[in-house]
């Protein structure tokens, strides 16, 4: 049999093994302390974007009787989860061991999550979330994080 063109492949083994490990780098950047505190500023910005909003969406409204008690005893705001500021100043995060951990105040459980609320009188008012606007600031810091 003749032969008329003859292929070599070089560097296959290696491409292979730079495919496989695509997925451990990909993550190990994405654990980085710098990436998940770029991406935790985002989370914390949002959240205090979503008090200052009312609710995105918006919050079901007080009760009147609540407006009334939060404008006489902290005189100057009846909005929602702005009494003395605790809630809204609170609301941190913390990057340790490749894990972005979001903070505040204890209480914000009871906003936050339905199945939390043990016979809560106020409907949920979840402060934490990703927002339209916060998928193309997250994904824009990890396209980032790749290039590099």
């Known amino acids: 049999m003749n032969q008329f063109v003859r292929v070599t492949l070089r560097g296959l083994d290696e491409a292979r093994n730079s495919i496989e490990q695509f997925p451990r780098r990909c993550q ?47 005189k100057k705001s009846s909005h929602i989860l702005v009494a003395g500021g605790q809630l809204r100043q609170s609301l941190d995060y913390d990057v340790a061991g490749g894990k972005l951990t979001l903070t505040s105040v204890e209480y914000l459980k009871f906003h936050q ?23 193309d600031e997250i994904s824009d810091i990890i396209i980032e994080a790749l290039k590099k």
């Open 113 to 135: 999550w339905e199945e939390d609320r043990v016979k809560a009188r106020f409907p949920a008012r979840p402060v934490w979330g990703i927002h339209d606007d916060d998928h």
């Open 28 to 74: 190990a950047i994405l654990r980085t302390h710098s990436v998940l505190r770029d991406i935790g500023t985002v989370f914390v910005s949002s959240a205090v974007r979503t008090i200052d909003a009312g609710g995105r969406p918006p919050y079901k409204p007080l009760a009147e009787s609540t407006t009334s008690a939060k404008l006489r005893k902290y």
